[in-house]
């Protein structure tokens, strides 16, 4: 189901309603209850990005080997950034980042970091704003840009990978993520870090849902995640799972 196969569905269901309203004296009534379905289908495809309603987005592998990639969103952040590289260098393990451009201002020495221990990094907007989603074509264009432009006057690469902040998708964010040429990535195991949730009920929320080919997403923006995932990368060791950055766990490039 995609945004085009409802609208045409929605459209063929208007014209049959007018017809038989015509021909067999049905109520136009019958409008309203079609709009408000597509309103309905409308509003869950903006909302799940699993469902890749408006644009195709990566939310996990199929593989069966015991792979899995991390992501950290809304960063970079002056003291969680770094603790999570710091845990990360320790077990190993590459992740990538989805960074807000208006946070790159005093933090680029994070940024540098970020890239030069080998993580990747991933546009997440300029702005990271709640009404983000009212945005035009040129406005979500501008958020890209802006954000990707300053990544490359520190690391000197363009980025591809584009996370929609809030995991919602528009028409419009659709249109300018595939002009810029950017793959769109969800996630399949959402931590909810961000939440008043302890770390405990984190955890175990991470844990019981890891499977191969997952996309895990945290935030590096507090304590909390630091210890979550010093955890998660423990308990995914004993169990056999690897974790791989996500330009290999989708066979894809995090770079133009
Ligand atoms: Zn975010």
């Known amino acids: 189901m ?21 021909l067999a004296g049905i109520s136009m009534l019958w409008i309203l209850a079609i709009a408000f379905v597509f309103s309905l289908v409308l509003a ?26 991390l992501t950290f969103d809304d960063g970079p952040h002056p ?22 451009g208006k946070h790159i201002h005093q933090n680029e020495s994070i940024i540098k970091q970020i890239d030069s221990e080998g993580h990747t990094i991933g546009n997440h907007t300029f702005s990271h704003s709640f009404f983000i989603d009212f945005e035009s074509t040129k406005g979500f264009k501008k958020e890209l840009n802006d954000t990707a432009d300053l990544v490359k006057s520190i690391t000197g690469k363009q980025m591809k990978l584009f996370r929609p902040p809030y995991g919602v998708t528009t028409p419009n964010l659709a249109k300018a993520s595939r002009a810029l040429n950017y793959d769109v990535i969800g996630w399949n195991i959402r931590s909810m870090d961000t939440t008043g949730d302890n770390k405990e009920v984190i955890l175990n929320r991470v844990k019981q849902q890891l499977k191969p080919g997952a996309i895990v997403l945290f ?38």
């Open 2 to 22: 995609t945004f085009k196969s409802t609208g045409i569905a929605f459209i063929l269901s208007l014209c049959i309603i007018c017809l038989l309203s015509v």
């Open 44 to 69: 869950y495809g903006s909302a799940t990005i699993q469902s890749g309603f408006y644009i195709k987005a990566y939310c996990n592998s199929d593989t069966n080997e015991k792979l899995i990639a």
């Open 79 to 100: 003291e969680f950034t770094s603790k999570i590289l710091a845990v990360l260098k320790q077990h190993q393990a590459k992740a990538t980042f989805f960074v807000i």
């Open 219 to 256: 935030h590096d923006t507090s304590e909390k995640t630091v210890e979550v995932l010093e955890q998660t990368l423990l308990f995914a060791k004993q169990n056999g799972f690897k974790i791989v950055s996500l330009q290999s766990l989708l066979n894809i490039n995090s770079y133009h």
